[in-house]
Protein backbone atom coordinates (compact mmCIF):
# COMPACT_ATOMS: atom_id res chain seq x y z
CA UNK A 1 0.00 0.00 0.00
CA UNK A 2 1.71 3.09 -1.42
CA UNK A 3 1.74 6.60 0.05
CA UNK A 4 -0.63 7.56 -3.08
CA UNK A 5 -3.26 4.28 -2.32
CA UNK A 6 -3.36 5.28 1.75
CA UNK A 7 -4.05 9.51 0.74
CA UNK A 8 -6.87 7.64 -2.08
CA UNK A 9 -8.32 6.01 1.21
CA UNK A 10 -8.75 8.91 3.05
CA UNK A 11 -10.62 10.77 0.43
CA UNK A 12 -12.53 8.45 -0.45
CA UNK A 13 -13.99 7.73 3.43
CA UNK A 14 -14.20 11.40 3.24
CA UNK A 15 -16.31 11.62 0.34
CA UNK A 16 -18.58 8.91 2.28
CA UNK A 17 -18.90 11.10 4.91
CA UNK A 18 -19.69 14.46 3.53
CA UNK A 19 -22.23 12.85 0.60
CA UNK A 20 -19.91 14.53 -2.34
CA UNK A 21 -19.59 13.55 -5.89
CA UNK A 22 -16.44 14.09 -7.34
CA UNK A 23 -15.63 14.45 -11.12
CA UNK A 24 -12.12 15.01 -12.00
CA UNK A 25 -10.33 16.52 -15.13
CA UNK A 26 -6.52 15.02 -15.40
CA UNK A 27 -3.67 16.26 -17.75
CA UNK A 28 -0.51 15.24 -16.44
CA UNK A 29 -1.63 12.88 -13.57
CA UNK A 30 -2.55 11.05 -16.91
CA UNK A 31 -6.01 9.47 -15.34
CA UNK A 32 -3.90 8.04 -12.14
CA UNK A 33 -5.62 10.13 -9.78
CA UNK A 34 -8.88 8.20 -10.66
CA UNK A 35 -7.10 5.39 -10.68
CA UNK A 36 -6.00 5.72 -7.13
CA UNK A 37 -9.39 5.73 -5.93
CA UNK A 38 -10.71 3.43 -8.12
CA UNK A 39 -8.62 1.50 -5.98
CA UNK A 40 -10.63 1.67 -3.08
CA UNK A 41 -13.75 -0.75 -2.49
CA UNK A 42 -17.22 1.43 -2.88
CA UNK A 43 -15.86 4.09 -4.31
CA UNK A 44 -18.10 3.94 -7.19
CA UNK A 45 -20.52 5.19 -5.47
CA UNK A 46 -18.79 8.71 -5.05
CA UNK A 47 -16.49 9.02 -8.30
CA UNK A 48 -18.74 10.27 -11.01
CA UNK A 49 -15.36 9.64 -13.60
CA UNK A 50 -11.94 11.56 -15.03
CA UNK A 51 -11.75 13.20 -18.05
CA UNK A 52 -8.18 12.45 -18.80
CA UNK A 53 -7.73 15.57 -21.19
CA UNK A 54 -4.11 14.33 -22.30
CA UNK A 55 -4.26 17.07 -25.37
CA UNK A 56 -4.94 20.53 -25.77
CA UNK A 57 -7.83 19.82 -28.34
CA UNK A 58 -8.94 16.81 -26.31
CA UNK A 59 -9.80 19.41 -23.19
CA UNK A 60 -11.37 21.65 -25.04
CA UNK A 61 -13.53 18.94 -26.49
CA UNK A 62 -14.26 17.71 -23.89
CA UNK A 63 -13.99 20.38 -21.20
CA UNK A 64 -14.71 23.37 -23.28
CA UNK A 65 -11.53 24.93 -22.20
CA UNK A 66 -10.95 28.19 -24.42
CA UNK A 67 -8.14 27.47 -26.75
CA UNK A 68 -7.18 30.78 -26.52
CA UNK A 69 -5.93 30.14 -23.30
CA UNK A 70 -3.44 27.48 -24.97
CA UNK A 71 -1.60 30.28 -26.58
CA UNK A 72 -1.35 32.90 -23.46
CA UNK A 73 -1.14 32.31 -20.59
CA UNK A 74 -0.46 28.27 -21.95
CA UNK A 75 -1.54 25.28 -21.23
CA UNK A 76 0.31 25.09 -17.90
CA UNK A 77 -1.58 28.15 -16.04
CA UNK A 78 -3.60 28.39 -13.37
CA UNK A 79 -6.35 29.60 -15.56
CA UNK A 80 -6.80 26.44 -17.49
CA UNK A 81 -6.91 24.93 -14.87
CA UNK A 82 -9.78 26.38 -13.61
CA UNK A 83 -11.09 26.22 -16.80
CA UNK A 84 -10.84 22.68 -16.49
CA UNK A 85 -12.68 22.24 -13.47
CA UNK A 86 -15.41 24.30 -14.40
CA UNK A 87 -15.68 22.19 -17.80
CA UNK A 88 -15.95 19.23 -15.54
CA UNK A 89 -18.64 20.47 -13.61
CA UNK A 90 -20.54 21.74 -16.71
CA UNK A 91 -20.31 18.34 -18.31
CA UNK A 92 -21.33 16.51 -15.76
CA UNK A 93 -24.40 17.69 -13.88
CA UNK A 94 -24.40 14.96 -11.25
CA UNK A 95 -21.44 16.42 -9.60
CA UNK A 96 -20.59 18.52 -7.22
CA UNK A 97 -17.00 19.14 -6.50
CA UNK A 98 -14.60 18.73 -9.47
CA UNK A 99 -10.58 18.90 -9.31
CA UNK A 100 -8.30 19.51 -12.09
CA UNK A 101 -4.62 19.16 -12.50
CA UNK A 102 -2.00 20.62 -15.05
CA UNK A 103 1.90 20.61 -15.15
CA UNK A 104 5.25 19.57 -17.27
CA UNK A 105 6.46 16.96 -15.71
CA UNK A 106 9.36 16.34 -18.24
CA UNK A 107 12.03 15.42 -19.66
CA UNK A 108 10.80 17.57 -22.49
CA UNK A 109 9.39 20.58 -20.66
CA UNK A 110 10.26 24.58 -21.61
CA UNK A 111 13.16 25.61 -18.34
CA UNK A 112 10.91 27.70 -16.80
CA UNK A 113 7.99 25.48 -16.42
CA UNK A 114 9.32 22.16 -15.66
CA UNK A 115 7.79 20.58 -12.51
CA UNK A 116 5.03 22.83 -12.49
CA UNK A 117 1.54 22.09 -11.94
CA UNK A 118 -1.56 23.76 -11.26
CA UNK A 119 -4.21 22.22 -9.51
CA UNK A 120 -8.03 23.55 -8.95
CA UNK A 121 -10.74 22.37 -6.95
CA UNK A 122 -14.02 23.59 -7.48
CA UNK A 123 -17.33 22.82 -5.30
CA UNK A 124 -20.24 23.34 -7.27
CA UNK A 125 -21.52 26.25 -5.06
CA UNK A 126 -18.27 27.92 -5.13
CA UNK A 127 -15.46 29.32 -6.86
CA UNK A 128 -12.25 27.74 -7.76
CA UNK A 129 -9.47 27.25 -5.39
CA UNK A 130 -6.00 26.93 -7.55
CA UNK A 131 -2.28 26.38 -6.00
CA UNK A 132 0.77 26.15 -8.12
CA UNK A 133 3.27 23.71 -6.93
CA UNK A 134 6.86 22.95 -8.25
CA UNK A 135 8.24 19.60 -8.83
CA UNK A 136 11.43 18.86 -8.09
CA UNK A 137 14.09 15.82 -9.42
CA UNK A 138 14.13 13.94 -6.33
CA UNK A 139 17.05 11.49 -6.49
CA UNK A 140 15.72 10.38 -9.72
CA UNK A 141 18.82 10.91 -12.82
CA UNK A 142 17.08 9.05 -15.50
CA UNK A 143 14.23 11.79 -17.04
CA UNK A 144 11.52 8.35 -17.31
CA UNK A 145 11.72 7.69 -13.58
CA UNK A 146 11.71 11.14 -12.56
CA UNK A 147 8.62 11.88 -14.59
CA UNK A 148 7.01 8.87 -12.83
CA UNK A 149 7.95 9.95 -9.60
CA UNK A 150 6.68 13.23 -10.89
CA UNK A 151 3.33 11.80 -12.04
CA UNK A 152 2.84 10.52 -8.72
CA UNK A 153 3.71 13.15 -6.31
CA UNK A 154 1.02 15.38 -8.42
CA UNK A 155 -1.13 13.20 -7.89
CA UNK A 156 -0.54 13.33 -3.85
CA UNK A 157 -0.99 16.37 -4.71
CA UNK A 158 -4.21 16.69 -6.27
CA UNK A 159 -5.94 14.35 -3.02
CA UNK A 160 -4.49 16.45 -0.66
CA UNK A 161 -6.19 19.64 -2.15
CA UNK A 162 -9.63 17.23 -2.62
CA UNK A 163 -8.95 16.52 1.39
CA UNK A 164 -8.45 20.35 2.56
CA UNK A 165 -11.86 21.28 0.15
CA UNK A 166 -13.89 18.27 1.81
CA UNK A 167 -12.59 19.01 5.41
CA UNK A 168 -13.33 22.83 4.99
CA UNK A 169 -16.93 21.52 5.30
CA UNK A 170 -20.29 21.51 5.01
CA UNK B 1 9.38 -0.61 -14.43
CA UNK B 2 6.55 -3.08 -14.01
CA UNK B 3 5.17 -5.55 -16.02
CA UNK B 4 2.03 -2.75 -17.34
CA UNK B 5 5.16 0.03 -17.85
CA UNK B 6 7.03 -2.47 -19.75
CA UNK B 7 4.26 -2.87 -21.89
CA UNK B 8 2.65 0.37 -22.25
CA UNK B 9 6.10 1.55 -23.57
CA UNK B 10 5.50 -1.67 -26.28
CA UNK B 11 2.09 -0.12 -26.58
CA UNK B 12 3.34 3.85 -26.86
CA UNK B 13 6.03 2.85 -29.41
CA UNK B 14 4.13 0.66 -31.85
CA UNK B 15 1.63 4.24 -31.60
CA UNK B 16 4.50 6.16 -32.60
CA UNK B 17 5.28 4.19 -35.58
CA UNK B 18 1.75 3.71 -36.82
CA UNK B 19 1.12 7.27 -36.06
CA UNK B 20 -1.87 6.34 -34.57
CA UNK B 21 -4.22 8.96 -32.06
CA UNK B 22 -5.57 6.66 -29.11
CA UNK B 23 -8.49 7.94 -27.03
CA UNK B 24 -9.68 5.61 -23.72
CA UNK B 25 -12.88 5.15 -22.79
CA UNK B 26 -12.34 3.18 -19.15
CA UNK B 27 -14.55 2.00 -16.26
CA UNK B 28 -13.02 -0.29 -13.87
CA UNK B 29 -9.52 0.39 -15.00
CA UNK B 30 -10.48 3.79 -13.41
CA UNK B 31 -7.89 5.09 -15.47
CA UNK B 32 -4.58 2.82 -15.26
CA UNK B 33 -4.45 2.72 -18.58
CA UNK B 34 -3.98 5.98 -19.47
CA UNK B 35 -1.67 6.40 -16.23
CA UNK B 36 0.47 3.62 -17.73
CA UNK B 37 0.97 5.11 -20.90
CA UNK B 38 1.63 8.50 -19.64
CA UNK B 39 4.18 7.66 -18.02
CA UNK B 40 6.19 7.23 -21.15
CA UNK B 41 7.84 11.00 -22.67
CA UNK B 42 6.28 11.67 -25.82
CA UNK B 43 3.00 10.06 -25.40
CA UNK B 44 1.25 12.81 -25.59
CA UNK B 45 1.44 13.63 -29.10
CA UNK B 46 -0.25 9.94 -29.66
CA UNK B 47 -2.91 9.73 -26.53
CA UNK B 48 -5.78 12.18 -26.65
CA UNK B 49 -7.06 11.25 -23.47
CA UNK B 50 -9.52 9.07 -21.60
CA UNK B 51 -12.87 8.88 -20.16
CA UNK B 52 -12.97 7.31 -16.80
CA UNK B 53 -16.10 6.92 -16.72
CA UNK B 54 -16.72 5.14 -13.13
CA UNK B 55 -21.13 5.74 -13.29
CA UNK B 56 -23.53 4.47 -15.14
CA UNK B 57 -24.85 8.38 -15.93
CA UNK B 58 -21.29 9.45 -16.68
CA UNK B 59 -21.23 6.88 -19.20
CA UNK B 60 -24.44 7.83 -21.15
CA UNK B 61 -23.34 11.82 -19.84
CA UNK B 62 -20.02 11.42 -21.62
CA UNK B 63 -20.29 8.93 -24.43
CA UNK B 64 -23.95 8.28 -25.22
CA UNK B 65 -23.89 4.94 -24.18
CA UNK B 66 -27.17 4.22 -24.16
CA UNK B 67 -29.24 3.96 -20.54
CA UNK B 68 -31.18 1.13 -21.61
CA UNK B 69 -28.06 -1.29 -21.94
CA UNK B 70 -27.20 -0.77 -18.39
CA UNK B 71 -30.96 -2.58 -17.48
CA UNK B 72 -29.61 -5.33 -19.68
CA UNK B 73 -27.58 -6.84 -20.75
CA UNK B 74 -25.96 -4.73 -18.12
CA UNK B 75 -22.88 -2.62 -17.53
CA UNK B 76 -20.49 -5.49 -17.52
CA UNK B 77 -21.34 -6.64 -21.11
CA UNK B 78 -19.84 -6.45 -24.64
CA UNK B 79 -22.82 -4.32 -25.40
CA UNK B 80 -21.66 -1.80 -23.51
CA UNK B 81 -17.49 -1.91 -24.15
CA UNK B 82 -18.49 -1.73 -27.83
CA UNK B 83 -20.89 1.40 -26.97
CA UNK B 84 -18.05 3.24 -25.09
CA UNK B 85 -15.47 2.91 -27.77
CA UNK B 86 -17.87 4.17 -30.43
CA UNK B 87 -19.21 6.97 -28.11
CA UNK B 88 -15.30 7.94 -27.60
CA UNK B 89 -14.48 8.04 -31.10
CA UNK B 90 -17.37 9.82 -31.48
CA UNK B 91 -16.80 12.34 -28.75
CA UNK B 92 -12.91 12.82 -29.71
CA UNK B 93 -13.01 13.65 -34.06
CA UNK B 94 -9.33 13.56 -33.90
CA UNK B 95 -8.71 9.74 -32.40
CA UNK B 96 -8.73 7.01 -35.05
CA UNK B 97 -8.47 3.90 -32.71
CA UNK B 98 -10.75 3.47 -29.04
CA UNK B 99 -10.04 1.21 -26.71
CA UNK B 100 -12.84 0.96 -24.11
CA UNK B 101 -12.73 -1.65 -20.71
CA UNK B 102 -15.71 -2.73 -18.67
CA UNK B 103 -15.90 -5.21 -15.53
CA UNK B 104 -16.12 -6.13 -12.32
CA UNK B 105 -13.21 -5.88 -9.89
CA UNK B 106 -15.21 -6.81 -6.76
CA UNK B 107 -15.14 -7.33 -3.52
CA UNK B 108 -18.86 -6.63 -4.18
CA UNK B 109 -19.58 -7.95 -7.76
CA UNK B 110 -22.50 -10.49 -8.33
CA UNK B 111 -21.11 -14.00 -8.39
CA UNK B 112 -21.35 -14.37 -11.79
CA UNK B 113 -19.87 -11.04 -12.94
CA UNK B 114 -17.05 -11.52 -10.45
CA UNK B 115 -13.97 -10.77 -11.91
CA UNK B 116 -15.35 -10.27 -15.22
CA UNK B 117 -14.31 -7.74 -17.95
CA UNK B 118 -14.80 -6.47 -21.02
CA UNK B 119 -12.40 -5.18 -23.43
CA UNK B 120 -13.57 -3.04 -26.28
CA UNK B 121 -10.72 -1.93 -29.20
CA UNK B 122 -12.39 -0.17 -32.41
CA UNK B 123 -10.25 1.46 -35.38
CA UNK B 124 -12.59 4.62 -36.85
CA UNK B 125 -12.37 2.67 -40.14
CA UNK B 126 -13.30 -0.73 -38.72
CA UNK B 127 -15.75 -2.28 -36.72
CA UNK B 128 -15.15 -3.19 -32.95
CA UNK B 129 -13.32 -5.81 -31.98
CA UNK B 130 -14.77 -7.07 -28.23
CA UNK B 131 -13.35 -9.79 -25.89
CA UNK B 132 -14.45 -11.26 -22.77
CA UNK B 133 -11.88 -12.20 -19.84
CA UNK B 134 -12.45 -13.94 -16.23
CA UNK B 135 -10.03 -12.54 -13.76
CA UNK B 136 -9.46 -15.16 -10.78
CA UNK B 137 -8.19 -13.77 -7.02
CA UNK B 138 -4.40 -14.69 -7.79
CA UNK B 139 -2.63 -15.90 -4.31
CA UNK B 140 -4.46 -12.52 -2.84
CA UNK B 141 -6.73 -13.45 0.05
CA UNK B 142 -8.01 -9.30 0.88
CA UNK B 143 -10.09 -8.31 -1.32
CA UNK B 144 -9.09 -4.94 -1.99
CA UNK B 145 -5.48 -6.21 -2.78
CA UNK B 146 -7.27 -8.96 -5.02
CA UNK B 147 -9.35 -5.42 -6.63
CA UNK B 148 -5.94 -3.79 -7.29
CA UNK B 149 -4.55 -6.94 -8.73
CA UNK B 150 -7.37 -7.25 -11.34
CA UNK B 151 -6.94 -3.26 -11.70
CA UNK B 152 -3.73 -3.70 -13.37
CA UNK B 153 -4.51 -7.14 -14.90
CA UNK B 154 -7.26 -5.39 -16.64
CA UNK B 155 -5.18 -2.68 -17.89
CA UNK B 156 -2.52 -5.15 -18.80
CA UNK B 157 -5.41 -7.14 -20.85
CA UNK B 158 -6.40 -3.46 -22.43
CA UNK B 159 -2.99 -2.81 -23.46
CA UNK B 160 -2.48 -6.35 -24.89
CA UNK B 161 -5.59 -6.08 -27.18
CA UNK B 162 -4.73 -2.60 -27.97
CA UNK B 163 -1.17 -3.83 -29.42
CA UNK B 164 -2.98 -6.70 -31.13
CA UNK B 165 -4.90 -4.16 -33.30
CA UNK B 166 -2.00 -2.07 -34.33
CA UNK B 167 0.28 -4.80 -34.86
CA UNK B 168 -2.60 -6.29 -37.30
CA UNK B 169 -2.04 -3.01 -39.36
CA UNK B 170 -2.97 -2.12 -42.64
Not at 30 to 47: F, N, T
Amino acid sequence: MTTLHVRARTVAAELIRTGRQLVLAESCTAGLVAASLGGVPGISRHLCGSAVVYQERTKAAWLDVPESLFASPGVVSAEVAAAMTAGALRRTPFADLAAAVTGHLGPEAPEALDGVVFISVERRDGGPSVTRHSLGYGEAVDPTVARLKRQTEAAELVLRQILEVLSAGH
